[in-house]
Structures are given as C-alpha cells and as structure tokens.
C-alpha cells in the first residue's frame, strides 16, 4: 500500500493554488494523494463546484476528493472541535504521513479556522504515527494578510515545479470560474509569475514555497 497525502483546504480551488505543481509530482512517485475541502466555497457556484473540483484534481492523477460541506465563510460559526473531529476521523481513514494545509497567517478566516483544526488534529500524540505538518501560500490570501513576525509567510520548503508547471495550469483551468484578471493574484499569470519568483529564490525556472510547521524524523 502507498503512502498517503492529505491536502485540506478551506474552499475549491485552495487545495491546488499553491500545491498543485507539487501533489503532481507526489503522484507521479506513486504517492496517494486525496483533496479534502472543509466549506462549499461561493454559493453562486454550489450547485456545480464539485464538479469542476473532481475535474481538476483529476488533471494532477488525485481521483478521490472529499466535501465537507460547510458554509462558505461561516467555519468560525461552529465550534471547532466539531471540525477538528472530522479531520481526524478522516486521519484514522488514510493515515497520511504528510499533510498540506493553509498559512495560519491568511487573510481569509476560513483559512486561519481550517488551519488550527489541522493543526489540533494533528497533534502530535504517543504511540501515534508521525504527520508532517506544511502549510501552502493561497494567492489572494497569504499576501494579504498582516505582515507582522507572527503571522507573514515564511518559506523554508521549496520544491522544484518547472517539469509539473503546466500541469499545475491546466489543473486551475477547471477553476476557471474562480480565477480572475490579471494583475489580481489568483490569475493565470499571477500563478505563473509566483512560480516564477520562488524558482529564482532557489534557482530553478518554477517553484512552489511551503512554510514546515512539524517534521519528525524517526
């Protein structure tokens, strides 16, 4: 049985923004890699984002995504450790040895709730397999945030992305209803000029950046 990578993002389209380049290259390594979405996103496009969603997961080699179904905006409305319980059920079910999630710096409040509940659920408790923790950078959110010590994003993981970029654009043109103009970030060439900008940080022609907040080495 392969290992298993989860990415949880707060609403379609987070889970590739800034991961896509890289859960493509986890699967090509013959990584199962499975999308988790904690809210519905805008609720002009509820009755058919999923399915754009599993369209666009799909374009990478993921084929399993999971719904959770909460209101858009509305995460800090429930408590979170009703949130926190469904991570973990969903932990126990694939047993991931590396998960994704948001910055807990992002702008946008159902980033920073689906971030702690990830963090909580993976807590790192004895007698219990090791998880990775990395947090992604969600263009239209990260950069938006307060840039204070505490909550900017601070990159120390960077993986080369120039054989997967395409690959990553071709994934995000399934989102096509969530992208916009540019120069608004969340823009094709927004995506490509970020990859651009942390390939040339560690040498490489594209790159995706992720801040590590657990590694264990056993």
């Not at 392969?2 to 090509?28: N, Q, R, Y």
């Not at 408590?79 to 319980?85: A, D, Q, S, V």
């Not at 608004?184 to 490509?192: A, N, V």
Request: glycine share 6%; hydrophobic share 40%; net charge negative.
């Amino acid at each position: 049985m392969s290992d298993c990578i989860l990415v949880i993002g707060a609403h379609p389209d987070d889970e590739l923004l800034g991961t896509a380049g890289t859960l493509k290259k986890f699967v090509d390594e013959g990584y199962k890699v499975v999308s988790i979405i904690t809210a519905l996103g805008r609720k002009e496009e509820a009755h058919h984002i999923k399915h754009f969603s599993r369209l666009a997961n799909k374009e990478i080699g993921i084929e399993e995504v999971v719904f959770l179904e909460h209101i858009n905006l509305e995460l800090e409305m429930i408590p979170l450790h009703e949130l926190t319980k469904e991570i973990e059920h969903l932990i126990k079910k694939y047993k991931p040895v590396k998960i994704f999630t948001h910055h807990y710096g992002d702008l946008n409040r159902d980033h920073q709730i689906t971030f702690q509940a990830v963090l909580t659920a993976t807590r790192p408790l004895p007698y219990t397999p090791p998880i990775e923790l990395i947090t992604f950078e969600t263009v239209s959110s990260s950069e938006w945030g307060a840039f204070t010590c505490e909550k900017t994003f601070k990159p120390n993981y960077f993986v080369d992305i120039t054989a997967t970029m395409e690959s990553k654009l071709s994934a995000l043109k399934h989102y096509d209803l969530e992208m916009r103009e540019f120069p608004h970030p969340r823009s094709y060439e927004g995506i490509e000029h970020l990859g651009k900008l942390r390939g040339m940080s560690v040498g490489v022609s594209y790159a995706e950046a992720f801040e590590i907040i657990r590694r264990i080495w056993k």
